[in-house]
């Protein structure tokens, strides 16, 4: 049977939680344009972020390994996709619009730089004269504005509920990029869900990773509670596991399966004491409605702290966050003293478009690969490297 955008709106009216976002009730795009026959505008959007060159880049940008360490450990583009599947999930089970949490959580990480958080870090302190680097902003900017794909509109032009879950999905009472949105207002529960399943994923994928690597080791994990529960629970089922194939993807399945039955579980607790029977209440609720119960909140901090501790700065971490730092600064440096060195098709912004010089390098820095940076960092410094 055939399915038309509004049959699939009539669906979503019909089936959806009272406090879900239609996609029929959306605010629309920046610049308007005809609606598709087959599919809703947050599907539209989804599919839209998909098809981006910087989708397309998280596949080659460090998650917490740089890529050429392995070919076995997460990037952006997986992470991405894994916290994309519980998102999906939680969406699922509270009865929210998939599609809009879907797109959200596809584009939370399209402006991260190249070398993770670090590549981050060291690119805010370089534009700190220039209104500072953010990711959750530059990855609005990505959609907004660098992306090309219309011949009449600059940016995909999605809808301002992706857009502004883009920005607002995290903390963002103290960010610039969020006083188009009004700041006073949360963002639909469908964007909300989005920073807790980004934090699971992440969590999960880098205790699997640190373990496969050989940085963190099991007995660096049993400060966890969460991971003891975790182990516990994978040790009823099998109590041979360390005989068997998977152990290690097993402790991170159960992982994964306790934080999110928690945060499914306490959502739905938090919307039926807070009364919540629609999106307007969600938004004007005054605090994110999306959070871990009180029992898991503590283990999933503690957690953190761990990984922070034994992980994150491990000496080898260290060294390559370290490396990547001086790469970061020395092209954007390089490029500041002679913005020419950037290819025609980027520094033309500077002087058709209006965007400052210092904003045009940071854009060109964001959207590189680390094996991009790589390669243009030799190709500035050494010598014997081809231009």
């Not at 584009?107 to 590549?119: E, R, V």
């Not at 089922?237 to 005989?243: A, F, G, K, L």
Request: charge should be negative.
């Amino acid at each position: 049977m055939l399915r038309t955008r509004q049959q699939l709106e009539e669906f979503e009216n019909r089936t959806l939680a009272p406090y879900a976002m239609r996609a029929a009730d959306s605010r629309g795009r920046r610049f308007p344009q005809p609606e598709h026959p087959y599919r809703t505008a947050f599907q539209r959007d989804r599919d839209r972020i998909i098809h981006s060159a910087a989708f397309r880049r998280l596949e080659y940008k460090t998650q917490v390994f740089v890529n050429h360490e392995g070919d076995y450990y997460r990037t952006r583009l997986t992470h991405t996709i894994e916290a994309a599947q519980i998102t999906r999930t939680v969406a699922r089970a509270l009865g929210l619009n998939e599609e809009l949490a879907e797109a959200v959580v596809l584009s939370h990480d399209l402006g991260h730089t190249p070398f993770g958080h670090a590549g981050e870090k060291v690119l805010n302190a370089l534009m700190q004269p220039y209104g500072g680097f953010d990711h959750n902003a530059q990855s609005l900017r990505t959609v907004d504005w660098i992306e090309e794909r219309y011949p009449q509109f600059r940016g995909l032009n999605l809808t301002f509920e992706v857009r502004e879950g883009i920005v607002k999905h995290s903390d963002f009472r103290h960010r610039p990029a969020a006083q188009e949105f009004d700041p006073s207002l949360y963002p639909c529960l469908e964007a909300q869900i989005v920073d807790l399943a980004d934090e699971i994923a992440y969590l999960a994928h880098d205790v699997d990773d640190g373990l496969k690597s050989g940085m963190l080791t099991r007995a660096d994990l049993e400060a966890s509670e969460l991971v003891r529960a975790a182990d516990r629970a994978v040790r009823g089922s099998y109590p041979d596991i360390e005989q068997r194939r998977g152990g290690r993807y097993q402790l991170v399945i159960r992982m994964i399966d306790m934080m999110v039955t928690d945060l499914i579980r306490n959502i739905d607790r938090e919307l039926t004491e807070a009364g919540i029977a629609s999106v307007g209440e969600v938004r004007r609720a005054g605090r994110s409605l999306a959070s871990f119960s009180p029992q898991m909140a503590p283990q999933v901090a503690e957690l953190k702290r761990l990984m922070n501790d034994k992980l994150y700065h491990h000496y080898r971490v260290l060294r390559m966050t370290q490396k990547a730092g001086r790469v970061l600064t020395q092209l954007f440096h390089a490029y500041m003293a002679e913005p020419a060195q950037i290819p025609p098709h980027i520094a033309q912004r500077m002087e058709t478009e209006g965007d400052s010089t210092p904003r045009v390098i940071a854009d060109y820095i964001a959207g590189m690969t680390d094996r991009f940076a790589l390669d243009e960092y030799r190709k500035l410094f050494d010598p014997d490297e081809r231009v």
